[in-house]
C-alpha cells in the first residue's frame, strides 16, 4: 500500500492511493484511525483493516459518489487533494551521515572521514513539510544544500532489537530530503543547527509498505536540481544497511512508531562541487526513488 496523508478544504485523513484516486480509510471503516501515528500504533489489525477498506472500494460497481455513514466522500481523485507529509509530526527524526561510498570519497577531499561507529544526529519534528510545500531558506544561511535519502519508518517499539529481527519492525519507506544550511553545520562544532531550520526535511509523498518494496537495498534514487540531475545512485551502495542501522539505535534508544530513519545520501551533494552549488529562491528539486513515488519541493526566501 502507498499510504497517504492528505487534506481536502479542510478535512485531514489518512488515505491509500488506488488506481490514481485517493481512498479516504476511515471514510470506509470508521474503525481505522485517521491520524498515520495511530495508524501505526494499531499493528496488524489496522493494517488489515486498510486492505478490506481497499478491496471493498476495488470491487464497488460505482466508485463515484461512495459515501460514508457520516456522509464523506471515500474516493478521490489525486487533483483533488492536497498531500501533507505521510508523519507530519514524527516522534524522532534520525539521520545517518557518511553511508554512501560515492559521498564519503567526495567528503574525504574536505578532510572528512567516517567514524568508528555509525554517525548520527537528528533532526527536529518541526523541520517537516510535505510534498510541494516549499523549502525556506533562511535569512541566516547562504549555502543551503539538498540531500536525497531513502528513509525508512518505524511501525512497532524497538529497544535491542538484533538485526535478523529488524526488518520486522519496518512499516514502510519514504523519500526524504535532509536540506543542511552548510555554513553553520560546518563551522559549528556540532550538527544540529545546520539541520534543524523550519522546512529542512521534505517528506513524502506516501509511506509504501514493504510488500512493495521487495528489496529497499536495490533502489534507484535521483535528484534534480532545476531539471538537472545532481545526484544518482542507487542503495544497494549504502555502507550500513537498514537491519544494521535498525539495530544499533534501538540499542541506544526506544524507537517508537512513527519512527523515521534516513540512511543516508550519496554524491552530488552541493557543497562538494566546483564551484558549490547551494539553493536560490524559485529553485525546484524533484526527488525520486523507485516505487516510492516521486517527491517536488519549491524553494523561497524567508520573509523579512
Same mark, same amino acid.
Given at each position: 500500500?502507498?499510504?497517504?496523508?492528505?487534506?481536502?478544504?479542510?478535512?485531514?485523513?489518512?488515505?491509500?492511493?488506488?488506481?490514481?484516486?485517493?481512498?479516504? $480509510? !476511515? /471514510?470506509?471503516?470508521?474503525?481505522?484511525?485517521?491520524?498515520m501515528l495511530q495508524f501505526l500504533e494499531a *499493528?496488524? @489489525? &489496522?493494517?488489515?483493516?486498510?486492505?478490506?477498506?481497499?478491496?471493498?472500494?476495488?470491487?464497488?460497481?460505482?466508485?463515484?459518489?461512495?459515501?460514508?455513514?457520516?456522509?464523506?466522500?471515500?474516493?478521490?481523485?489525486?487533483?483533488?487533494?492536497?498531500?501533507?507529509?505521510p508523519i507530519p509530526r514524527p516522534p524522532k527524526?534520525?539521520?545517518?551521515?557518511?553511508?554512501?561510498?560515492?559521498?564519503?570519497?567526495?567528503?574525504?577531499?574536505?578532510?572528512?572521514?567516517?567514524?568508528?561507529?555509525?554517525?548520527?544526529?537528528?533532526?527536529?519534528?518541526?523541520?517537516?513539510?510535505?510534498?510541494?510545500?516549499?523549502?525556506? $531558506? !533562511? /535569512?541566516?544561511?547562504?549555502?543551503?544544500?539538498?540531500?536525497?535519502?531513502?528513509?525508512?519508518?518505524? *511501525?512497532? @517499539? &524497538?529497544?535491542?532489537?538484533?538485526?535478523?529481527?529488524?526488518?520486522?519492525?519496518?512499516?514502510?519507506?519514504?523519500?526524504?530530503?535532509?536540506?543542511?544550511?552548510?555554513?553553520?553545520?560546518?563551522?559549528?562544532?556540532?550538527?544540529?543547527?545546520?539541520?534543524?531550520?523550519?522546512?529542512?526535511?521534505?517528506?513524502?509523498?506516501?509511506?509504501?509498505?514493504?510488500?512493495?518494496?521487495?528489496?529497499?537495498?536495490?533502489?534507484?534514487?535521483?535528484?534534480?536540481?532545476?531539471?538537472?540531475?545532481?545526484?544518482?545512485?542507487?542503495?544497494?551502495?549504502?555502507?550500513?544497511?537498514?537491519?544494521?542501522?535498525?539495530?544499533? $539505535?534501538?540499542?541506544?534508544?526506544?524507537?517508537?512508531?512513527?519512527?523515521?530513519?534516513?540512511?543516508?545520501?550519496? *554524491?552530488?551533494?552541493?557543497?562538494?562541487?566546483?564551484?558549490?552549488?547551494?539553493?536560490?529562491?524559485?529553485?525546484?528539486?524533484?526527488?525520486?526513488?523507485?516505487?516510492?513515488g516521486v517527491l517536488e519541493t519549491p524553494v523561497?526566501?524567508?520573509?523579512?
Amino acid at each position: 500500500m502507498h499510504l497517504v496523508t492528505f487534506r481536502v478544504l479542510s478535512h485531514r485523513s489518512l488515505g491509500a492511493e488506488l488506481d490514481a484516486k485517493v481512498i479516504d $480509510l !476511515p /471514510a470506509v471503516d470508521s474503525a481505522i484511525p485517521n491520524d498515520m501515528l495511530q495508524f501505526l500504533e494499531a *499493528g496488524e @489489525r &489496522a493494517l488489515e483493516a486498510a486492505r478490506n477498506a481497499l478491496q471493498f472500494v476495488q470491487t464497488a460497481a460505482d466508485k463515484r459518489d461512495l459515501r460514508g455513514r457520516d456522509g464523506s466522500r471515500m474516493v478521490h481523485e489525486q487533483e483533488e487533494v492536497t498531500y501533507l507529509a505521510p508523519i507530519p509530526r514524527p516522534p524522532k527524526i534520525l539521520a545517518i551521515g557518511l553511508n554512501y561510498r560515492s559521498h564519503i570519497d567526495e567528503l574525504a577531499r574536505a578532510g572528512i572521514r567516517p567514524t568508528r561507529i555509525p554517525f548520527f544526529f537528528s533532526k527536529l519534528p518541526s523541520t517537516v513539510v510535505g510534498p510541494n510545500e516549499p523549502v525556506i $531558506l !533562511p /535569512a541566516l544561511s547562504k549555502e543551503v544544500d539538498y540531500e536525497i535519502e531513502l528513509a525508512f519508518i518505524v *511501525g512497532k @517499539r &524497538a529497544r535491542h532489537v538484533t538485526p535478523q529481527e529488524a526488518m520486522k519492525y519496518v512499516a514502510g519507506y519514504t523519500i526524504f530530503n535532509d536540506i543542511s544550511a552548510r555554513d553553520i553545520q560546518l563551522v559549528d562544532n556540532q550538527i544540529t543547527l545546520g539541520k534543524n531550520f523550519d522546512t529542512f526535511a521534505p517528506m513524502g509523498p506516501s509511506l509504501v509498505t514493504p510488500e512493495e518494496v521487495p528489496d529497499p537495498h536495490s533502489l534507484t534514487l535521483s535528484l534534480q536540481l532545476n531539471g538537472v540531475v545532481m545526484q544518482h545512485d542507487s542503495t544497494s551502495n549504502l555502507v550500513c544497511r537498514i537491519p544494521e542501522m535498525l539495530s544499533f $539505535l534501538s540499542k541506544v534508544m526506544t524507537l517508537e512508531p512513527g519512527t523515521v530513519v534516513a540512511t543516508g545520501t550519496p *554524491g552530488g551533494v552541493g557543497f562538494q562541487r566546483q564551484p558549490p552549488v547551494f539553493l536560490h529562491p524559485g529553485d525546484v528539486m524533484r526527488l525520486e526513488i523507485d516505487g516510492l513515488g516521486v517527491l517536488e519541493t519549491p524553494v523561497v526566501a524567508e520573509d523579512s
